[in-house]
C-alpha cells in the first residue's frame, strides 16, 4: 500500500482534488440527512395534529359506545346488527337522543379536519352521511317499493357504519403505533373485525 502512496506523491497527485472531494461528499451528505430529519419531522407533526384532529376524538366516542354496549346488551355480535349505537330517552313523552347516539356522531365526524384524515376514512364518512340522509328520507315509506328502498338503504347504511368504525379504530392504531406510543391498542379490542 505504502508503494502507491509513494507513486501517488512522485508522479504529482493533486491532494486538493480528493480532499475537496471528501469536502463536497461530507456536504452532500449533510445535506441528504437534514432534508430527511426535516421530512421525518414533518411527517410525526402531520401524525400528531391527525391523531389529535381526526381519530381520537372518533376513537373516543365508539369506546364510549362500546362500554355502552358491553354493559347493556349481552349479545355478543350485536355490534353486525347495530354498528353505530342511536340510544334514545323518553323525557316528557319526548323522545330525545342519550347519551349514546348516532346524531353525535355524525356531528363528531362533520367537525373532523378533513385535510388530516385518510382518503378511505373521507370515503366513508361521505357515503356514510348521504346514506342517513337516505334513510331518513325513506324511514316513513308507505309503499312496498319504498319500503323495499328503505331496507335496501339500511343495509348498505349498517356495512358501511361496519366499515366506518372499522377505519376509525385502525387508523388511530395505526398512528398511535407510527409515534412509537408504548400503549397504542391493539385493533381487536372491541372485537369488530
Known amino acids: 500500500m505504502y508503494p502507491i502512496l509513494v507513486e501517488l506523491v ?12 471528501l469536502g463536497a461528499l461530507g456536504v452532500l451528505y449533510g445535506a441528504v440527512t437534514g432534508a430527511n430529519s426535516y ?3 414533518k411527517d410525526r407533526e402531520w401524525a400528531e395534529r391527525s391523531l389529535n384532529g381526526v381519530y381520537a376524538p372518533l376513537y373516543q366516542l365508539i369506546c364510549r359506545q362500546e362500554k355502552f354496549r358491553e ?9 353486525l346488527d347495530v354498528p353505530v349505537i342511536s340510544h334514545t330517552i323518553k323525557k316528557n313523552g319526548e323522545e330525545k337522543a342519550g347519551i349514546i347516539h348516532r346524531d353525535f356522531f355524525i356531528k363528531q365526524l362533520e367537525q373532523t379536519d378533513k385535510g388530516l384524515a385518510s382518503s378511505e376514512l373521507l370515503r366513508l364518512i361521505g357515503e356514510y352521511k348521504i346514506l ?7 324511514k316513513d315509506g308507505t309503499t312496498q ?4 328502498l328503505f331496507d335496501k338503504i ?5 356495512k358501511v357504519e361496519i366499515l366506518l368504525v372499522q377505519e376509525i379504530v385502525r387508523g388511530y392504531s395505526k398512528l398511535r403505533k407510527s409515534l412509537g406510543r408504548r400503549n397504542a391498542p391493539d385493533v381487536e379490542t372491541y372485537n369488530i373485525f
Open 39 to 41: 421530512r421525518n419531522q
Open 71 to 79: 354493559m347493556l346488551w349481552t349479545n355478543d355480535n350485536k355490534f
Open 154 to 158: 339500511t343495509k348498505e347504511k349498517v
Open 10 to 21: 512522485d508522479n504529482g497527485f493533486d491532494w486538493n482534488i480528493l480532499i475537496s472531494l
Open 145 to 148: 317499493e319504498e319500503k323495499d
Open 132 to 138: 342517513v340522509y337516505l334513510e331518513d328520507a325513506k
